[in-house]
C-alpha cells in the first residue's frame, strides 16, 4: 500500500516538528495533494491511524487530506487557469485550453505538501 509509506514519511516529518516546538501532543495535521497524485484520502487516513496507534504524542490526533484545484499552462498562448471541461482529468496530456484549444498545455503538479499542524505546546 503506497498511502502506508507516504503516511509514515507524514508522521516522520511531524515528529521532528514536535521535538522543534518541544510539544507534548499532536492535534490535527493538514496536508494538501494536487487532484493529481496518486493518493486515496481514505486509505492515507487509514494507514495514519495504524501508524500512530501507540504514539502517545499523536494519541486522538487526525489526519485532513485538502485537494487542491487543477490548474494548466498552456504553451501556445500563456492561459494559465484551470483546465477546460474537455480535458480528461485522468490523464495530464490529455487537456485542452479553454483559450486557444490546444493540446500543448502543463499540468501544475503540487507535491503533497504539510500544510499545518495543530500541536499541543507547553507555556513553560
Known sequence: MHEYSVASAIVDQVKVIVEEHKATQVKKIIV??????????????EAYGIIIHGLDKFKDSTLEIQISKA????????????????GDP??????????CGSRDTH???????????DLVIPDN
Open 107 to 117: 499540468v501544475n503538479m503540487k507535491n503533497l505538501t504539510i500544510e499545518t499542524v
Open 32 to 45: 494538501t495533494a494536487s487532484p493529481y497524485d496518486v493518493i486515496i484520502p481514505e486509505l492515507l487516513v
Open 71 to 86: 490548474e494548466i499552462r498552456c504553451i501556445d498562448c500563456d492561459y494559465a487557469g484551470e483546465p477546460d471541461e474537455k
Open 90 to 99: 485522468e490523464f495530464a496530456y490529455n487537456f485542452i485550453c479553454p483559450e
